[in-house]
C-alpha cells in the first residue's frame, strides 16, 4: 500500500522578519474585509465579516450584490487580488510592493469596473494608526516570500482548529480569519450568556466588541505577531473564571501571558518540535478544559463521546 506523504515542515516566521510586510498586508485585508462587512447580512458575533482560508490564500466566500453574487480572493501563488462574479467575470490587481492608498484606489477601481457597490468605512479598526485608507502611503511593503510563509502557517493552523471543532456539538464558530485583528479563531459556546464586554479596544467602537461578546465563550487560535510578541497559538476565555491564568495546561512550552490575557504557545516552539500538530492539539485541548471545567461548563452535552 503506499505510504501517506510527510507533511512539509512548518516554515520559520519571526514576528520582526517582516512587520512591514505584515503591517502593509494587515490593512489590505482590511480594505477588502471591510466589503464583506458592507455586502453581507448580518449574523450573530459578527460571523459574515472574517476572511477564510483556502489552497490559494485567503477568500471572502460568496457575497451577494446586485448583479449576484461575488467572492474576492487573496491569491498568495499568484500573488493577485482576484473577483470573481457569479456572471463569469473575473478581474484582477497585482499583490506587490504598493502603498496602501494606492491598493485602496485601484481595489475600489475594480469593484466599480465589475458594478459591484459597496460602501466601504475608508478606516481601519482595532489599530492604534488610524490613517484612512486613501491617505496611507506609510504602509507600501510586500515581501513575496514572507506571505507565502505566513499562508503556509495558516493552513496547517486552520486544519488543526478544524478538527479541534469537530469535537464539540455545541454551539461553535467556523473556523476564520478576522482582519481587523488579523489573526485565525475558532469558538465554543456554553450556551449561556456573558456579561457586557468592557470594550476598549483601539479605534472599534465598544457595541462592536459588546455582540461578539455577547455570550460566553473559549475561543482559540494563531497569531503572527507583532507589538513586541512573537507569533503563537492562544487560547482565552470570556468571562474568564476564577483561577484560569493559573491553571495547569500542556504541553510545557504553554504559559499566560498577563499581558495579553491568554494562554499561548509560540509558534516557534510547536515549528521545532518533533510532532508540530501534537503540541498544538494538547494546547488546545488543555486550556479549553481549563476554561470549561472552572466555568463549570455542561461538557457532558457539549462534546462529542
Known amino acids: 500500500m503506499p505510504?501517506?506523504?510527510?507533511?512539509?515542515?512548518?516554515?520559520?516566521?519571526?514576528?520582526?522578519?517582516?512587520?512591514?510586510?505584515?503591517?502593509?498586508?494587515?490593512?489590505?485585508?482590511?480594505?477588502?474585509?471591510?466589503?464583506?462587512?458592507?455586502?453581507?447580512?448580518?449574523?450573530?458575533?459578527?460571523?459574515?465579516?472574517?476572511?477564510?482560508?483556502?489552497?490559494?490564500?485567503?477568500?471572502?466566500?460568496?457575497?451577494?450584490?446586485?448583479?449576484?453574487?461575488?467572492?474576492?480572493?487573496?491569491d498568495f501563488h499568484h500573488h493577485e487580488l482576484q473577483l470573481y462574479t457569479s456572471d463569469g467575470e473575473v478581474r484582477r490587481m497585482a499583490l506587490a510592493p504598493r502603498s496602501v492608498a494606492d491598493f485602496y484606489h485601484e481595489y475600489r477601481g475594480l469593484l466599480r469596473a465589475a458594478d459591484v457597490a459597496a460602501a466601504i468605512w475608508p478606516v481601519p479598526v482595532e489599530v492604534e494608526d488610524a490613517t484612512p485608507f486613501p491617505q496611507d502611503q506609510h504602509h507600501r511593503s510586500y515581501d513575496a516570500g514572507a506571505v507565502q510563509r505566513f499562508w503556509q502557517v495558516l493552513l496547517r493552523a486552520d486544519q488543526l482548529l478544524a478538527e479541534f471543532r469537530g469535537h464539540f456539538t455545541g454551539k461553535a464558530s467556523p473556523v476564520h480569519f478576522f482582519w481587523g485583528s488579523f489573526d485565525l479563531a475558532v469558538t465554543r459556546f456554553s450556551g449561556r450568556p456573558a456579561p457586557p464586554h468592557p470594550g476598549g479596544v483601539p479605534n472599534l467602537a465598544d457595541w462592536v466588541t459588546r455582540e461578539a461578546y455577547s455570550a460566553e465563550v473559549s475561543s482559540a487560535g494563531w497569531w503572527p505577531g507583532g507589538n513586541g510578541q512573537e507569533a503563537a497559538f492562544y487560547s482565552y476565555a470570556y468571562p474568564t473564571p476564577p483561577g484560569f491564568a493559573t491553571a495547569p495546561v500542556r504541553p510545557a512550552a504553554a504559559s499566560f501571558n498577563e499581558q495579553l490575557g491568554e494562554f499561548v504557545l509560540p509558534y516557534e516552539a510547536v515549528r521545532t518540535a518533533a510532532e508540530p500538530q501534537q503540541l498544538v492539539r494538547e494546547f488546545l485541548q488543555s486550556t479549553y478544559e481549563a476554561a470549561a471545567n472552572l466555568a463549570h461548563w455542561d461538557r457532558r452535552t457539549l462534546e462529542r463521546h
Not at 67 to 72: L, P, S, W, Y
Request: proline residues 11%; contains cysteine.
Open 3 to 74: 505510504t501517506s506523504p510527510a507533511l512539509a515542515p512548518w516554515p520559520a516566521l519571526p514576528a520582526d522578519s517582516w512587520t512591514a510586510t505584515r503591517q502593509t498586508l494587515h490593512m489590505w485585508t482590511q480594505i477588502v474585509g471591510k466589503t464583506r462587512l458592507a455586502l453581507s447580512p448580518m449574523l450573530n458575533h459578527w460571523w459574515q465579516v472574517p476572511l477564510y482560508v483556502t489552497p490559494r490564500g485567503l477568500s471572502t466566500g460568496s457575497m451577494p450584490y446586485a448583479g449576484g453574487a461575488c467572492e474576492i480572493v487573496f
